[in-house]
């Protein structure tokens, strides 16, 4: 294995993990936050028990998201030292407060996580709050650092070195608003959803219970909420990417040719070779009403790009389209979740939409993994946008294959672990669970 | 300019030191327990796991703060030191996952009556194998087997294996031995707290020992690394090294536990200051001076600036979190005069 792929594999494979949990450690201190001041505030001593019944797995989650966050800070240097040598002058500031906003979060969580015997019952809903709010100043900062690889800024080029260097001005770099939004949000989305599959579960297994009804209106509410907002955003997305990121635009949309009235096509597989998108759907000129706000705009193709310097649509559109698919598909089944319960004013005991409500929870953490896919890959070859390519930022320390086989199997055993401990819980636990739900 | 990256290089020194004190505690309380013994293992092993549970992940912290450093403030030594030291901070790296990882499904397997296989061994393990490894990387800014030429790293993979860097993986390993059973000692009680004592005192002459072998072993296989330790800031680092130490075997032999702690936690920094200070004005030794690793001025006073917004945020709230998980370990059950 080539030493650049093996560094490139590894990063992903890092990254892709890290996500799923630094997704529900943004997600779930929000829910965490509700469930206790709805406790204090209505007296209802069901949405604290809820809250105390997350945190003892989110606790492990967390642990692995702290652990795996790690492996990611130091593959900045192991794998990408030429990259973080160039960059970190620039992005350093956003990582520097990032450690800020992570450390006062990892305080709170073990203060919520182990205090309840020490605290009261205000304290802990207290330390819920900056627990929030630390956890998605985190997202917004890190999130930072890859708007600046997308549209780099605050320096300029002085013979192959950065010169001018101004911190600020790389901080807020044109992506960053609509990425820090979208990316925030779309955590929320996903951890209401995945959250609010697994009451529908238990429903689904015959735990009719109060308890249940109660965590999944809560958790898919959070979600649902949220998920409008995200169209939003990434409505906002797609018009900077017009404007700002054309290439990776056009290999999201598989829109080869640069050309007025550009048609949106919707699913199919993009050939580079005959720059077609066979069993692809066309919707006439509704790429260039979308990305313009005018149906006759010229939308810049693939073909505005020398061959070398063109993201892949293969590995763009199809992530693209399954965001967007995933969006739909939860969009629907909230909808109809939602018409339900204000038609009959109570919680809908239907089993075909508990079933929907289940099939929809894993699409959110779906399309956040593909809207990173979309971004990443959307970028290439570059990992500064038009000024270093990902191969000059690798390292040139020999072996990197075996390293990326070593962390996979570390992720591997990593994974397994996980899912034997959160999964594999003893009968009797579940009974007194349950025994619980309606206390 | 000069003096602003040195400035933060003494930042990053105590992200060191803060990580060495706080996080080889926690690395430290893996170690003493696979070493329990006794007719109070059981007990050893049982505090030490509910001491560790509520802090560990911010005391890990620490190591983040440290590379967030390195890299935003001498992004040139961090390209170059995480080049040459692939190897050893691999092996760490691995070494942090399994113990969070282990540490994690054991808290929760405890919390539902079932524990998995091998998660215990997988803990004490990976507790010993990452302060090693660290203490090797760390050893080798100074060692003298990183070279650079023009910038670029020239030595090869396994160069930073010498005696001196593994002196220096000894001396972590004793670092956090010696921590764990000091800071046990304010958590405990009775028979128990005796045996954290004990093993402090004695921790605390094998750090000393260990310390001090490194000298010779430098003499021998870090000669620019030796030639430097007779400056006065050195030396002056080395004896407040000694005074503490000795202060904190006093304060554990008349049972001062809590100025034995500090003692204790004052040696440790001391330790690290004098290599610190012996490795001053280089990041690497001989090869990479801290102004030359610097990034521009800009990205110093952006670091500057943000330092203390976050120390105001920090600061309080460690202190309320070591508050309220101090004295007896276990937070399912805190002792009856405990409020906060």
Sequence with gaps: ????????????????????????????????????????????????????????????????????????????????????????????????????????????????????????????????????????????????????????????????KAAGIDPLAALASPAWPHEAVHGTLAAYVATGFAMAGIYALALLRGRR????????????????????????????????????????????????????????????????QTQTVPYGLKIPKLLSLLAHRDPNAVVTGLDAFPPDQRPDPRLVHPFFDLMVGAFFLMALAAAWFWWRRWRSGDFPADRKLLAAVLVASPFGMIALESGWLVTEFGRQPWAVMNHMRVAQGATPAPGIALVFFLFLAVYLLLSVGLLKTLLRRPAEVQREERDHDDA | MTTLSALAAAILLLGVIMYAVFGGADFGGGIWTALASGPRRREQQESLFQAIGPVWETNHVWLIFVVVVLFMVFPAGFAALFIALLAPLVIALVGINFRGAAFAFRHFGRENGKTLPF????????????????????????????????????????????????????????????????????????????????????????????????IPV???????????????????????????????????????????????????????????????????????????????????TAFFTVLPCGVVILAPSLVFLYRTFGGAPNPENPPDDFRV
């Design chain 1, 1 to 160: 294995m080539d030493n650049v792929l093996a560094a490139r594999a590894l990063m992903g494979v890092s990254l892709g993990f890290h996500i799923v949990y630094a997704t529900i450690g943004v997600g779930l201190p929000l829910m965490l936050m509700i469930a206790e001041g709805l406790a204090l505030r209505t007296g209802e001593e069901l949405y604290h028990r809820m809250a105390r019944r997350w945190i003892r797995p989110a606790g492990v989650l967390f642990a692995i998201g702290a652990v795996s966050g790690t492996i990611l800070s130091f593959e900045l240097g192991l794998l990408w030292p030429r990259f973080m040598k160039f960059s970190g002058p620039l992005i350093g500031l956003p990582f520097w407060m990032e450690g800020f906003a992570f450390f006062t979060e990892a305080i709170f969580l073990a203060l919520y996580l182990y205090g309840e015997k020490r605290l009261s019952r205000r304290a802990l809903f207290l330390c819920t709050i900056p627990l929030t709010v630390a956890a998605a100043a985190s997202a917004v900062f890190v999130i930072s650092a890859n708007a600046w690889m997308n549209t780099p800024s605050g320096f300029h080029l002085a013979e192959g």
């Design chain 1, 209 to 272: 219970t109060r308890y249940c009804r109660k965590a999944l209106t809560l958790t898919l509410a959070v979600g649902t909420i949220a998920l409008p907002l995200l169209l939003f955003s990434g409505d906002w997305a797609a018009t900077f990417l017009a404007h700002h990121e054309k290439a990776k635009l056009a290999a999201a949309e598989a829109h080869f040719e640069t050309g007025a009235g550009a048609p949106l096509i919707v699913g199919g597989w993009p050939d580079p």
């Design chain 2, 119 to 214: 998660v215990a061994e997988v803990f004490e393990i990976s507790s010993v194998l990452t302060p090693f490894a660290m203490g090797m990387a760390v050893a080798a800014a100074a060692g003298g087997s990183i070279r650079l030429a023009g910038g670029q790293v020239v030595s090869g993979t396994w160069d930073w294996i010498t005696p001196f860097t593994i002196g220096g993986g000894v001396v972590g390993l004793a670092i956090c031995a010696y921590l764990a059973p000091v800071f046990m000692t304010l958590r405990t009680v009775g028979e128990l707290r005796e045996d954290f004592r004990q093993r402090a005192m004695v921790a605390g002459w094998v750090l000393g020992v260990l310390s001090a072998l490194e």
């Design chain 2, 218 to 300: 430098a003499v021998l296989s870090a000669p620019v690394f030796a030639a430097r330790l007779p400056a006065p800031r050195t030396l002056a680092c080395i004896a407040l090294a000694i005074a503490f130490g000795l202060a904190a075997e006093g304060c554990l032999w008349r049972r001062l536990f809590r100025a034995g702690q500090l003692a204790a936690a004052g040696a440790v920094a001391f330790i690290l200051a004098g290599f610190g200070a012996a490795l001053y004005p280089d990041l690497i030794l001989g090869q990479l001076s801290i102004a030359a690793a610097a990034a521009p001025r800009p990205t110093l």
